[in-house]
């Protein structure tokens, strides 16, 4: 198979393979489309247990990308970069700065920041080589890392989704349980504790889950559990396609809502969610947050603009929850069109 042919191509505008003998850096950049501006998008590092699997994520993940910054309403392009390898064994100074390189090659087209495996002083590593990222600002809100704001977004959605499903105004008494405690699934759990929900949490880090139980009192749940557990809110914080022909049957809340990107293995399980009565709040358009965070960085925008446009997550989802019951179709079907709407008037617009 070529990579023309691979099933999560979709035209990407470019895909960059990178590799380095003498930091052992093996990666690969995609920039799904800059239509609407620079790819911006995070670079993860993760132990992936082969490339196959490194370029599908990355070019899910940078599809993914272009179509949060379209539905969050950001002049940004969809882009990401993974690195192959463990974050705890294998990260170092060489090996960052050797990904800096590569993406400085590109001019801009790709402007990368924190995701999954990577930190704000990787970032602030990286720009020694690079002035191509972003989520470095220690003068912002959180010091540079983006996860509180994309935390702050997904708990809109839930009371969005909350309200739309169950009727309440308010988080009070209602169960949710959070799949991944690490920098968005800790903030997370945080705001729905003090919202008074009772939190449910799950983790393969044991260093992660007890930050959560001793520091926020949440409940303990095991990994292989926290999916099936009959609550009213389930939230994916971890990785992606938990949502999948094995975990379907099992899901028994009622809302899933989380920031984890591309939960959904396949597209069609959004229907399947639906045909089983669950609420699935779709991920790009719930998680863009950090995305936000990110452009308020780049652009020195003040941390109050950034509270309104974290507003903006709760008032799309609303509207795509309605179109949704509306049109009788799938909520993620529904996200991806309003996002296609949004990308055709900016192609039309630069044709023009
Ligand atoms: P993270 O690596 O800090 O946290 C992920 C956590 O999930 C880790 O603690 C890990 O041990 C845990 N985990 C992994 N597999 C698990 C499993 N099977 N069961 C339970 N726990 C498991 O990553 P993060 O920055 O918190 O991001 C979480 C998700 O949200 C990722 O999918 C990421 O792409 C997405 N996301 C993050 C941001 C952001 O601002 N950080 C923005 C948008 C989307």
Redesign the pocket.
């Known amino acids: 198979m070529t990579l023309f042919q691979h099933v999560e191509f979709d035209h990407h505008e470019l895909v960059q393979f990178c590799e380095d003998d003498s930091s052992g850096l093996k990666a690969i950049i995609a920039v799904h489309s800059t239509a609407l501006g620079p790819a911006v998008g995070?670079c993860?590092m993760y132990n992936y247990c082969d490339e196959a699997a490194a370029l599908r994520d990355v070019l899910r993940?940078s599809r993914g990308m272009t179509y949060k910054s379209a539905l969050a309403g950001l002049p940004l392009g969809g882009g990401k970069s993974v690195i192959i390898g463990d974050p705890m064994r294998d990260k170092s100074d060489e090996l960052l700065s050797a990904m800096a390189l590569f993406i400085d090659c590109l001019g801009g087209r790709y402007v990368c920041a924190?995701?999954?495996?990577t930190t704000v002083a990787d970032m602030r590593a990286m720009s020694r080589h690079t002035s191509f990222v972003s989520g470095l600002d220690a003068g912002s809100l959180h010091g540079g890392d983006?996860?509180p704001?994309?935390a702050a977004g997904v708990l809109k959605a839930i009371q969005v989704a909350v309200e739309h499903r169950l009727g309440c105004d308010n988080l009070r008494g209602k169960s949710i349980a959070i799949?991944?405690?690490?920098?968005?699934?800790f903030h997370l759990a945080r705001y729905l504790t003090e919202a008074g929900a009772r939190v449910f949490g799950?983790?393969?880090?044991a260093d992660?889950v007890n930050r959560a139980t001793s520091e926020l009192g949440i409940t303990r749940v095991a990994?292989d559990e926290?999916l099936s557990l009959a609550v009213d809110v389930l939230a994916p914080?971890?990785?992606?396609a938990v949502i999948n022909n094995e975990s379907l049957a099992s899901i028994s809340a009622g809302i899933v809502a989380g920031?984890?990107?591309n939960q959904l293995e396949r597209p069609e399980h959004a229907q399947e969610l639906r045909d089983r009565g669950i609420l699935y709040c779709p991920d790009f358009a719930i998680?863009a947050?950090?995305?936000m965070d990110v452009h308020c960085q780049r652009t020195g925008t003040r941390a109050s603009e950034l509270s309104s446009q974290l507003d903006l997550i709760g008032q799309h989802l609303r509207q795509i929850l309605q179109r949704s019951d509306r049109e009788a179709l799938d909520t993620h079907s529904i996200a991806e069109r309003l996002a296609e709407e949004i990308l055709h008037s900016a192609q039309l617009a630069q044709a023009s």
């Open positions: 995070g993860r993940l924190e995701d999954s495996g983006p996860s704001s994309t799949q991944g405690l690490g920098n968005v699934g799950a983790d393969v880090n992660h990994p926290v914080c971890a990785m992606g920031a984890a990107n998680n947050g950090g995305i």
